[in-house]
């Protein structure tokens, strides 16, 4: 398994910027995947929460879990990414159920007390750059949150990757891919032209991790899929209001099937810590 390198990620998000403000936002298909992680903020956060959001980014999230009315304490290894979130927080006025921003790599969190976090958030993928130490990433979440607390992950899809790129799946070589989709991992040592590194999960593997970390899954749902590969022609979708709703509705509910769980750019999977 490819090594986690905690500069490339920091440096990486550095470089991306204001991009993972806008990512979410940017074209519908993007949008979509905004409600659903959404939906499962709405359902498992309380007004009054203390969470931690681990790999914040620019805030997207942040400001969801504040209007929702919880007190957030925002982490990223990304320096950049953690003054865009101070910068939209203040902009937008979110800043006052923020607690405090850290410069924090998830693998080390010792500054952080055990069982203080009623839920931890690790939106976008953070889990799917630590490749070799995501086992203790996961532990170290799990420290921190209370007994039952709920932590709520989002890892990159190997499968619904490749449904919503095709066209650039295809263009990687052959022998490349085969690695790629062997190992899950988008790294140098597979590909070597490869400008992001991520491991990419399967649904099964990821509930065989979490499981195998002492947790228990009350959801999972992929991040889209009936419309992940529509690309432009969601745009006129987007334009009628009513079939959007629709959309999202469908989205909703199919992306909860076992069958589709793959079909989305992300997995989604809220647990339970079952560990004292």
Excluded at 98 to 109: G, P, R, S, T, Y
Excluded at 190 to 203: E, K, P, S, V
Aim: hydrophobic letters at 40%; aromatic letters at 10%.
């Amino acid at each position: 398994m490819y090594e986690y390198s905690p500069q490339w990620v920091a440096n990486f998000f550095d470089d991306y910027g204001e991009k993972e403000w806008e990512r979410l936002v940017k074209t519908p298909t993007e949008e979509v995947k905004l409600f659903i992680h959404t939906h499962y903020l709405k359902e498992y956060i309380r007004s009054g929460d203390y969470i931690l959001e681990i790999g914040a980014g620019a805030g997207r999230f942040t400001q969801i879990l504040v209007n929702l009315g919880a007190r957030v304490l925002v982490a990223d290894i990304s320096e950049n990414q953690l003054s865009l979130n101070k910068k939209y927080a203040r902009e937008l006025g979110f800043q006052q159920g923020i607690e405090n921003w850290l410069q924090l790599d998830m693998c080390d969190m010792k500054q952080l007390d055990d069982k203080k976090f009623d839920a931890v958030v690790c939106y976008g993928g953070p889990l799917s750059y630590v490749f070799d130490r995501r086992d203790i990433a996961l532990q170290e979440i799990l420290r921190v949150i209370k007994s039952k607390g709920k932590a709520l992950f989002s890892v990159m899809s190997l499968w619904g990757s490749i449904h919503q790129f095709l066209d650039g799946t295809l263009n990687v070589p052959v022998e490349d891919n085969k690695k790629i989709i062997k190992t899950g991992d988008l790294s140098p040592e597979n590909f070597q032209n490869a400008n992001h590194h991520c491991h990419l999960f399967r649904t099964q593997e990821l509930v065989n991790f979490l499981e195998r970390n002492q947790t228990k899954i009350v959801a999972t749902s992929a991040s889209n899929c009936l419309s992940a590969a529509w690309g432009a022609r969601l745009v006129e979708i987007r334009q009628d209001s009513t079939k959007w709703q629709e959309l999202l509705k469908m989205e909703l509910e199919a992306s909860r099937e076992q069958g589709c769980l793959d079909m989305g750019t992300h997995i989604i999977a809220v647990v339970e810590k079952l560990v004292n």
